[in-house]
């Protein structure tokens, strides 16, 4: 894995908008194409391996959560709603996508998180950075199989959804999300579904027929949303959830709420000691000396502490924390000329589909740090 600095393409910032890539630029860059990352086909076979036996365990992981009953106590999952999920395990609901982020390493891949339930940077990775490599070089390849992968398993989704429109939505005023959500409803038109989009926000409540509608009174039946399941179960508007016939079929599901909730961590190292793509994780700091310490439900590299020998590395502010945290083992980004990349490895229908990289300045990826394009020398 090598960081090779390059000249951006003149006029890059039309070329991408001409993509229906509008926010890569905000009060910092955000898309960044004078610099790529190489790798090796080798590393990347190994990424792609990773990635696809992380998903495997993660799966052992949510039967062994529901089947000891975890998920009020350890999760933090209010009681009502476990119900939901359980059902949704039991029956198999679907779901799409999710992304890995993994740390690249001294040939070591391990795994510090997973973005299991509202994963972004989707069309950047599937989209934008393949055409920046077809003006790059069309000769070289990418680990990206992304754009493919999504149609083929929302043709295969078909036959789970509902009659009607699937709903495609996300919150109102946010252009990365609305790209994504549109990108995601693209290629579900391109696998013959129909589809409607609503903002979250315009969701409404059918009092009579106790059912979601959309702006035109017609019910939901099938819904995909970029909208975090911990965040619409605790509104009053997720109570509705409880009514079953008021329920769609969710995209993504209600037990990847198992999954996006870094409790995960900690259970996984439970249940695999010494998997060479887990880092030990734990509840309380277990008097380990380096660790990283996460609010179970933080977003965008908010309220995170890396600590080593007593001294805090780095530290980001942000609105988590009341809730319980985790512990992980510290295994730092690798550097490059005071740049630390972050792999972002994709699964879409339960298989690996390729890879974006986020690059900070810091030790902590956040909501400031960039998206580089990759290629396969």
């Known amino acids: 894995m090598k960081r090779i600095e390059t000249h951006p393409r003149n006029n890059w910032q039309s070329v991408v908008e001409q993509l229906g890539f509008g926010f890569h630029t905000t009060n910092v860059p955000y898309w960044d194409e004078s610099a790529f990352y190489q790798f090796t086909l080798q590393e990347v076979l190994d990424i792609e391996t990773a990635t696809e036996e992380l998903w495997r365990i993660c799966l ?3 039967q062994y959560a529901i089947d000891a009953q975890l998920l009020k106590e350890r999760f933090g999952i209010p009681s009502e709603f476990i119900p939901l999920i359980e059902r949704s395990w039991k029956e198999d609901h679907p779901s799409l996508f999710g992304r890995f982020d993994l740390c690249y390493r001294d040939g070591l891949i391990k795994m510090l998180e997973f973005n299991a339930d509202t994963p972004t940077s989707l069309y950047e990775a599937g989209i934008v950075q393949w055409f920046w490599l077809q003006d790059f070089d069309p000769s070289k390849d990418q680990f990206n199989s992304i754009h493919e992968k999504l149609i083929d398993y929302l043709n295969y989704l078909r036959t789970y959804l509902y009659p009607g429109a699937l709903h495609f939505s996300c919150v109102k005023g946010t252009l990365e999300d609305l790209t994504n959500t549109e990108y995601l409803r693209d290629c579900a038109i391109q696998a013959g579904i129909a589809t409607k989009l ?9 009092l009579n027929n106790k059912q979601l509608v959309d702006t035109e009174n017609k019910p ?10 911990e965040w619409m179960i605790r509104e009053e508007f997720g109570m509705h959830l409880l009514i079953e016939s008021s329920r769609p079929l969710f995209i993504e599901p209600a037990w990847k709420m198992i999954l996006s909730n870094k409790a995960i961590l900690p259970l996984l190292w439970e249940l695999f000691p010494g998997h060479p793509h887990l880092l030990a994780a734990y509840m309380e700091d277990h008097s380990m000396s380096g660790f990283v310490k996460k609010p179970i439900l933080s977003r965008e590299g908010s309220n995170i502490s890396m600590v080593s020998g007593g001294e805090t590395l780095a530290f980001t502010e942000g609105p988590y924390g009341d809730e319980k945290c985790i512990y992980q083992e510290l295994f730092q980004l690798p550097e490059y000329v005071g740049k630390y990349p972050l792999i972002g490895s994709w699964v879409i229908g339960q298989k690996p589909a390729g890879m974006g ?20 020398e």
Request: aromatic fraction near 14%; charged fraction near 25%.
């Open 198 to 206: 609503i903002f979250i926000d315009d969701i409404g409540w059918d």
């Open 60 to 62: 052992l992981a949510v």
């Open 357 to 376: 990289i986020r690059e900070s300045d810091g030790l902590i990826t956040d909501n400031s740090s960039r998206f580089l394009p990759h290629l396969i």
């Open 220 to 229: 939901i039946k099938s819904l995909f949303k970029l909208y975090p399941w």
